[in-house]
């Protein structure tokens, strides 16, 4: 059974970090492209960060831009989210999500709270 499992959410000050991890249990990240979307209350997931498979190209919301940075180490079978300079308004439930061909998984989502 595939498991994706989120890590590294908590609470933190506003110009804080965090790092969000995401590891998978039958799945090998290498092989997917890999995102975190986040969902704040009362809004639609969105897209925060993605990185390819193949190139490791990355891309990023221009909200979060210069601030967060997406990674993978293919050897610990883990994708990060580097989250610096944070704000009250990356308060949200972040997602990670791998995808490929017909195959897309959702990891259980981790808190991240921005006290201003």
């Known amino acids: 059974q595939v498991q994706l499992v989120e890590s590294g959410g908590g609470l933190v000050q506003a110009g804080g970090s965090l790092r969000l991890s995401c590891t998978a249990d039958?799945?090998?990240?290498?092989?997917?492209?890999m995102a975190w979307f986040r969902q704040a209350p009362g809004k639609d997931r969105e897209l925060v960060a993605r990185?390819?498979?193949?190139?490791?190209?990355?891309s990023y919301a221009d909200s979060v831009k210069g601030r967060f940075t997406i990674s993978r180490d293919n050897s610990k079978n883990t994708v990060y989210l580097q989250m610096n300079s944070l704000k009250p308004e990356d308060t949200a439930v972040y997602y990670c999500?791998?995808?490929?061909?017909?195959?897309?998984?959702w990891g259980q989502g981790t808190q991240v709270t921005v006290s201003s």
């Open positions: 999500n791998a995808d490929r061909r017909l195959e897309n998984y």
């Open positions: 990185i390819t498979w193949t190139s490791g190209s990355t």
């Open positions: 039958g799945l090998t990240l290498s092989r997917y492209a």
